[in-house]
């Protein structure tokens, strides 16, 4: 599962976003997710350390929530950071002040899940 989304980042034409880590904290319940950006799925498939960038979210209190609700924080953690990350950007995109540009960015990337 990425999310996939065009960009030029470093002189390449990228389009694979993939969770890489994601560090919860169980005092604070929430958690960070590690984003790495790969030029294509083709590129990742065929070598995990091709990575041309990465980011880390702060996935906040939403993550604990949906990851419970897919009652597991084992298989499906990167699933619900996905679906946090969507979530989140795509509210950070429709504010009209002060827009975090990093997070808004994945409002309108779409999974690769068929």
Not at 1 to 9: E, V
Not at 65 to 76: H, R, V, W, Y
Request: proline share 0%; glycine share 4%; net charge negative.
């Amino acid at each position: 599962m990425a999310l996939i989304k065009k960009t030029q980042r470093k002189g390449f034409d990228c389009e694979y976003f993939r969770v890489t880590q994601v560090n919860c904290n169980a005092d604070r319940k929430d958690a960070i997710a590690t984003f790495a950006l790969y030029k294509d799925k083709a590129t990742r498939d065929g070598d995990a350390n091709a990575v041309v960038d990465s980011y880390q979210v702060d996935l906040g209190e939403d993550f604990n929530t949906k990851a419970l609700e897919n009652g597991s924080m084992g298989d499906k953690m990167k699933a619900s950071a996905y679906e946090v990350l969507k979530a989140k950007a795509v509210a950070e995109a429709s504010k009209e002040e002060e827009v975090d540009e990093s997070l808004s960015f994945f409002s309108d990337a779409v999974s690769d899940e068929k």
